[in-house]
């Protein structure tokens, strides 16, 4: 059975953004994750937008024009628009207009799984929602927010509708606190085992969770059970996922993988992730996973870093993990200082990006030998267990372990240091 697209049009007007083409083919591939498919593109360079129809008049007539052309009755646009704006261009052209902002909201939702995914999005919409409820004469006028709320058609209505909207972000408001509180609880509990925390952040489709799977197949304890879900398209995943990694050499840490970004992400979902984004604020060490076959790789590589900013997450120590170098003429797999070249399918390239993973979270780590008495077996089972052993010696004393260890585990077993 094949799926069914929605037909629509893109517009965007340039006002002076260096990267326009850019986002306007970003614009498509949202769409194209919507299951929308732009069938043509309407763009006008202009230093800044018309206030009142985004558009100039002659462009919202050609757009009139192509969309009896296409048989098209929607238009997307590549900037967040104004309820005036939207109202204005609908009432002239006839069509729906959804912006920027709606279509990544829209995304969101569709992709929503988990509890709290599903509340910061629902969330984020009705924020969305919320100025753009109107009386309108539009017959095409339609439901925004995730079908949460109709425009009214009267000032009490209007008022009525937005106090029902009102309540309804402070009830979810809370359930997202309950919720959040949880995962910290468990998020607090993963950081008393001392394990190195890692997070991978990225842009959406860098490859982000095709990595993390590659690093859990080189774990120990790697089961099918443990892999990420992961396809070729925008926002593929809206969870945080993290687990547990173990190396032959019994190296251990914990791996995440983060939602992805975009460029011009709207606000209110950045403010709604922040708690999906916890596991990068408390990780040891972030690698940040870049498309490096994109042109415009250094662009996601700003939104990400900017996106990161503004959720608080500053001055960490960060792989940059410039993956898809398979698809580039550039020689792989290969590290430059902290970055590495590299393809996520090909496991050269992994054990390599192992191996500067484990030289960053071990900076601060001792190599030292440790003598523990037999009498003392509880002490050895959980290093055995829990530590990275170089080496494991029997002798009259007890069993000498020489180890990897962070500040804590040393100051635990400085009793049994020679």
Do not use: W
């Amino acid at each position: 059975m094949t799926e069914e697209y929605t037909k629509v049009i893109t517009g965007g007007v340039s006002h002076l953004q260096e990267d326009f083409d850019y986002t306007m083919s970003e614009l498509t591939s949202l769409c194209e994750a919507n299951n929308m498919q732009v069938v043509d593109s309407l763009t006008q360079n202009l230093d800044k937008i018309v206030t009142a129809t985004y558009f100039g008049k002659g462009k919202v007539e050609e757009l009139e024009h192509l969309a009896t052309e296409n048989d098209v009755k929607i238009v997307v646009i590549n900037d967040e628009l104004s309820p005036s704006q939207i109202r204005n261009l609908e009432e002239k052209t006839k069509l729906t207009v959804i912006d920027r902002t709606e279509l990544i909201l829209q995304v969101f939702a569709s992709r929503a799984q988990s509890k709290q995914a599903k509340l910061q999005v629902e969330i984020a919409q009705l924020q969305y929602a919320l100025p753009r409820i109107h009386p309108s004469g539009n017959p095409l006028d339609q439901q925004r927010g995730g079908g949460t709320t109709t425009r009214g058609a009267g000032e009490t209505k209007l008022e009525l509708d937005r106090r029902v909207i009102r309540n309804r972000i402070t009830a979810l408001k809370k359930q997202l606190e309950d919720v959040d509180k949880n995962i910290e609880t468990q998020s607090k509990k993963r950081k008393t085992n001392t394990l190195p925390n890692v997070a991978l952040v990225g842009y959406t489709n860098a490859g982000k969770s095709t990595t993390m799977n590659a690093l859990l197949e080189k774990s120990v304890n790697d089961n099918e059970d443990s892999k990420v879900f992961e396809k070729d398209m925008l926002f593929a995943t809206l969870d945080t996922s993290v687990r547990n990694v173990t190396l032959s050499d019994n190296t251990k840490f914990l791996l995440s993988d983060t939602v992805g970004f975009v460029s011009k992400l709207p606000h209110n979902l950045v403010d709604s992730f922040k708690t999906t984004l916890a596991e990068a604020k408390d990780a040891d060490l972030i690698i940040q996973v870049v498309d490096y076959s994109d042109p415009n790789f250094q662009k996601t590589i700003d939104v990400t870093e900017s996106t990161l900013k503004e959720v608080g997450i500053v001055n960490k120590p960060t792989i940059l993990a410039f993956n898809k170098t398979d698809l580039t003429a550039a020689e792989y797999p290969t590290i430059e200082g902290n970055n590495i070249y590299y393809s996520a399918l090909d496991g050269q390239s992994i054990d390599m990006l192992i191996g500067l993973i484990k030289e960053n979270i071990y900076k601060n780590f001792h190599q030292e030998t440790f003598l523990i008495p037999y009498n003392k077996g509880d002490i050895t089972s959980y290093i055995l267990d829990n530590l990275e052993v170089v080496s494991k010696e029997y002798v009259d004393e007890g069993t000498k372990l020489e180890l990897i260890v962070n500040s804590t585990e040393y100051d635990k077993l400085s009793d049994y240091l020679i």
